[in-house]
Nanobody
């Protein structure tokens, strides 16, 4: 099993920055974070969960949604079983609840996959950006 815990959300003004963390624990967490895909999604009430950024094989392969390219950076600390999402130049349209998800059996093509392809989920952390 893998447990994911997100942190780092909060309220910022447009142009500000936040760094989200996704920490994994559980018997299968090491394998999943070493061999699987880790991906950040975000959700606004009434909308589908949207893929934001993901990585595979310690960041050898990465994915970014067009809306966040150049502003968000995903990274991994394998020693801590933690994935980070550095979010710069935040805009009001980035306001959402952000979720970390993981899939143990993966490849680079699945980085762009929709939410239903991911097995493990955290509880989410709220990001609010005011104009």
């Amino acid at each position: 099993q893998v447990q994911l815990v997100e942190s780092g959300g909060g309220s910022v003004q447009a142009g500000g920055s936040l760094r989200l963390s996704c920490a994994a624990s559980g018997s299968f967490s090491g394998y999943t974070f070493s061999n699987g895909c880790i991906k950040w999604f975000r959700e606004v009430p009434g909308n589908e969960r949207e893929g934001v950024s993901g990585l595979y094989r310690y960041g050898q392969y990465t994915y970014y949604a067009d809306s966040v390219k150049g502003r968000f950076t995903i990274s991994q600390d394998s020693a801590k079983n933690t994935v980070y999402l550095q979010m710069n130049n935040l805009q009001p349209e980035d306001t959402a609840k952000y979720y970390c998800a993981a899939r143990a059996s993966c490849n680079q093509n699945l980085l762009s996959a929709a939410a239903e392809y991911f097995t493990y989920w955290g509880q989410g952390t709220q990001v609010t950006v005011s104009s």
